[in-house]
């Protein structure tokens, strides 16, 4: 089952930056926080995932709250092909059972 | 290296009858999962197979089920379709219990 909260929807302009919440309220130790993004109709694509710290890489930057019960994925400088369905994910370390919510389904604005 | 790959990408059938769809993982890679997403239902988790057995398994009847293949190839197989079975297939693969990477999808319509 979903353990994920996030927002049905955002709107970005392109070129700014793109804050995607997640609350995970009850995560436990062992469970890592995984994003992937979905375009129309496409296989999920993997951005980022972490267990406790901040994480970064070319697609974007994870932000974990110290208490760990929330999230941020950041898309620095968003563009148009940034519009799709973003989900945010809690996964058991030993396990490999993903549990997709709703996710949000962010446009990127001209 | 290349990615997942699944076929057929579509796929229509009539109800009663069964299908087979079929997933290449990525190379090294050797667990196997697969996933459903329909509109009203979103994504959800079928199976999981590693090493050529199921290893999870999701809240679906019988008619699905699956297996692997000691190259890692997986099928699944649904019998006795439902107009209910259109969705979107996707399998996804992983070294092991570790980030999952996901392939097209197969496309099937049942009429």
């Known amino acids: 089952d979903a353990k994920t909260t996030q927002p049905t929807s955002m709107d970005c302009a392109e070129g700014r930056a793109a804050n995607l919440p997640c609350n995970h309220s009850?995560?436990?130790?062992?469970?890592?926080v995984y994003w992937y993004r979905q375009i129309h109709s496409q296989g999920p694509q993997y951005i980022i995932h972490?267990?406790?710290n901040n994480e970064t890489n070319e697609m974007a930057s994870l932000i974990i709250t110290e208490d760990r019960k929330s999230s941020t994925l950041i898309l620095p400088h968003a563009t148009l092909r940034d519009t799709a369905v973003y989900y945010c994910?809690?996964?058991?370390?030993?396990?490999?059972?993903?549990?997709f919510g709703t996710g949000t389904s962010l446009t990127v604005i001209p | 290296k290349a990615g997942v790959t699944q076929t057929p990408r579509y796929l229509i059938k009539t109800r009663g009858q069964q299908v087979t769809l079929s997933c290449s993982p990525i190379?090294?890679?050797?667990?196997v999962s697969w996933y459903q997403q329909t509109p009203g239902q979103g994504l959800q988790f079928l199976f999981e197979?590693?090493?050529?057995?199921?290893?999870n398994k999701g809240n679906f009847p019988g008619r699905f089920s699956g297996r692997q293949f000691s190259n890692s190839r997986s099928e699944m197989n649904v019998s006795t379709l439902e107009l209910g079975d259109s969705a979107l297939y996707l399998c996804?693969?992983?070294?092991?219990?570790?980030?999952?990477?996901f392939g097209p999808g197969t496309r099937l319509t049942v009429l």
């Open positions: 996804a693969s992983s070294v092991l219990t570790d980030t999952q990477y």
């Open positions: 197979y590693f090493s050529e057995t199921q290893r």
């Open positions: 190379s090294g890679h050797r667990s």
């Open positions: 009850t995560i436990s130790g062992n469970e890592y």
């Open positions: 972490g267990l406790k």
């Open positions: 994910i809690v996964r058991v370390i030993t396990g490999n059972q993903f549990y």
